[in-house]
T-cell receptor, first 110, second 117 residues
């Protein structure tokens, strides 16, 4: 069974620190990966997409993909209390299905 | 530039009734996905549809659940004879297309919170 695994957390970091969120996947055929942010009671919001090995930066967010090791990570620099949410990692296998991890809860302490 | 729209946002049904959840994808999007999320749990894929076609329904329970995406109008997720275990948030997502290289960015609607009493 194709899976995307995340540590459920909670991950707690002080304001201004770097938050590091990690994700591993089982399907080597996975082609692209996504990070979604979900605030409590709200719907997931797409914040990053990454398709090739290496780093992709967008503002305070950096996504990292290592296909050989089958992991994806999301770094949030200068973490803010407003970043406190659940972060969902998702992998697209090409079979029309995107597999979501269970999410990691992040708390940023002011 | 409207996003994905879902209605109703909250739906209360008694056991045995039918629930109909609607989803209108973003303009220009022809792919629709339905997910279910229980409290404190991740998203569970239910079904993927294109206009007038069900592409993948491997996540749909075999009984009581059905989905459609007609040529005109929104996508509908229908749950017949609801039970308490159906209480959850149901999210719809849409994407513009599936590229050969594997891009499949999905954008989510606000969800429908179904409560079965």
């Amino acid at each position: 069974q194709k899976e995307v695994e995340q540590n459920s957390g909670p991950l707690s970091v002080p304001e201004g620190a770097i938050a590091s969120l990690n994700c591993t996947y089982s399907d080597r055929g996975s082609q692209s990966f996504f990070w979604y942010r979900q605030y409590s009671g709200k719907s997931p919001e797409l914040i990053m997409s990454i398709y090739s090995n290496g780093d992709k930066e967008d503002g305070r967010f950096t996504a990292q993909l290592n296909k050989a090791s089958q992991y994806v990570s999301l770094l949030i620099r200068d973490s803010q209390p407003s970043d406190s949410a659940t972060y969902l990692c998702a992998g697209y296998t090409g079979g029309f299905k995107t597999i979501f991890g269970a999410g990691t809860r992040l708390f940023v302490k002011a | 530039n409207a996003g994905v729209m879902q209605n109703p946002r909250h739906l209360v049904r008694r056991r045995g009734q039918e629930a109909r959840l609607r989803c209108s994808p973003m303009k220009g999007h022809s792919h629709v996905y339905w997910y279910r999320q229980l409290p404190e749990e991740g998203l569970k894929f239910m079904v993927y549809l294109q206009k007038e076609n069900i592409i993948d329904e491997s996540g749909m329970p075999k009984e009581r659940f059905s989905a459609e995406f007609p040529k005109e109008g929104p996508s509908i997720l229908r749950i017949q004879q609801v039970v308490r275990g159906d209480s959850a948030a149901y999210f719809c997502a849409s994407s513009p297309r599936v590229l050969a290289g594997g891009s499949n960015e999905q954008y989510f609607g606000p969800g429908t919170r179904l409560t079965v009493t």
